[in-house]
């Protein structure tokens, strides 16, 4: 009886986990991956204001890369994904160099750079409108001070608004690249910057040759992270611009929220968004595939 009653025992220790993860892995597959499956099968049928379940083919691809629109939206985001994650990078990595430089007030300022991460992209983008509003903002303090004819209007300029929602996520995700980096010049031993000194190499040298090069993997999963915040972008251009002026800040996600909620065209804001998952498919997997093949080995 007591050998049973054991058995038992260990029977529930070695299913418990299995039963406690159960119900959440059962929610994650049926609201991601199984809303996944059916945007897929809706960009491939004649929806319109409601869900219509007939196959109907390419015919919503084909309306979506004839719209201008789109081509609008895919070029802000080379624009943007181009110029925030290289000011990111840019930043990011200069205030890692310079915090690792073991300063004294470290702490303090660490903080002060992560600080922007930790307010969400509507915050963020709600803050930048009032500071780029040229009636409330730089150029209203600017002129103010005496500088008649200073302008800084490209919230409200179409050819420079995309500009203003690099600088606000720049702005707010510069901190976390540097985090990043910081953890791993930490990592590095302090022996290799002591031998590279004595062999006459200046900081700038030593990091570029030898300390950056060191930390790859840190670059290679910064680029992953930013790419994935840039492509789905979204609240921070509504906050900011509101897709605005006209649709000159438009981004996909904003473009794929537009047809579905606004235009009630749900067959082309679907094949956008799975426009969007190929994209950052094609961007991870090969990222993941080099990683786990690396570990094998």
Request: aromatic share 14%; glycine share 8%.
């Amino acid at each position: 009886m007591a050998s049973r009653i054991s058995s038992f025992s260990r029977r529930i220790e070695r299913w418990l986990p299995q039963f406690v993860v159960s119900p959440l892995f059962a929610a994650s597959l049926f609201f991601v991956y199984g809303f996944i499956a059916w945007t897929v099968y809706i960009s491939f049928t004649r929806s319109g204001v409601m869900p219509n379940y007939e196959f109907a083919g390419l015919i919503q691809y084909e309306r979506l890369w004839a719209t201008p629109r789109w081509y609008v939206a895919l070029e802000n985001l080379f624009i943007f994904s181009g110029l925030f994650i290289a000011g990111c990078l840019a930043i990011g990595i200069v205030l890692a160099i310079l915090l690792d430089q073991r300063i004294r007030i470290e702490g303090t300022i660490r903080t002060i750079y992560l600080y922007p991460m930790a307010l969400s992209f509507i915050v963020t983008g709600t803050a930048w409108k009032w500071i780029l509003n040229p009636g409330l903002g730089i150029e209203h303090l600017m002129r103010e001070l005496g500088f008649e004819d200073f302008r800084f209007d490209w919230l409200v300029n179409p050819d420079m608004a995309i500009y203003t929602v690099v600088i606000a996520g720049v702005w707010q995700s510069s901190g976390y690249v540097m985090a990043l980096f910081l953890a791993g010049l930490r990592s590095v031993d302090d022996e290799i910057i002591k031998a590279a000194a004595i062999d006459g190499a200046g900081p700038i040298r030593t990091y570029t040759r030898i300390v950056l090069p060191m930390i790859r993997p840190v670059l290679f999963s910064s680029i992953i992270i930013l790419t994935h915040i840039s492509i789905k972008s979204f609240d921070l251009v509504v906050a900011l611009t509101g897709g605005g002026p006209g649709y000159a800040t438009d981004m996909p996600a904003t473009f794929m929220y537009s047809f579905a909620f606004q235009r009630s065209e749900l067959g082309v804001a679907a094949a956008s968004a799975v426009m969007m998952l190929v994209t950052i498919m094609a961007i991870i997997v090969p990222y993941l595939y080099s990683e786990l093949r690396g570990t094998a080995r």
